[in-house]
């Protein structure tokens, strides 16, 4: 059975961090490309950054250069993301996707069911 599970979520000041992981299964891991995204209530789904598979290349959107760091753990079949200097613009329910085709699809095979994440201000 193919699983992502992602935790790490939760309530935060602006400004404090938050390590987001995503947990798989099911599937070999090192062949996809993991990405992360987001979706805020009454917008649509982004995303965020994607780690692809082999060499690691990292991706980010705009919005969180600089604050968000992606990383993978080939090892334990994870994949997490560092979210520093929080935003309250970061709140969004937080999923992570795996991805066969590589980053630049958006072609997601597997989803997760996704970690709030909260940001006050």
């Known amino acids: 059975e193919v699983q992502l599970v992602e935790s790490g979520g939760g309530l935060v000041q602006a400004g404090g961090s938050l390590r987001l992981s995503c947990a798989a299964s099911?599937?070999?891991?090192?062949?996809?490309?993991i990405g992360w995204f987001r979706q805020a209530p009454g917008k649509e789904r982004e995303g965020v950054s994607c780690i692809s598979s082999g060499d690691g290349t990292t991706f980010y959107a705009d919005s969180v250069k600089g604050r968000f760091l992606i990383s993978r753990d080939n090892a334990k079949n994870t994949v997490y993301l560092l979210m520093i200097n929080l935003k309250p613009e970061d709140t969004a329910v937080y999923y992570c996707?795996?991805?066969?085709?590589?980053?630049?699809?958006?072609?997601?095979?597997?989803w997760g069911q996704g970690t709030q994440v909260t940001v006050s201000s």
């Open positions: 099911g599937f070999t891991f090192d062949d996809y490309a």
């Open positions: 996707g795996a991805d066969y085709a590589g980053c630049a699809s958006y072609e997601i095979d597997y």
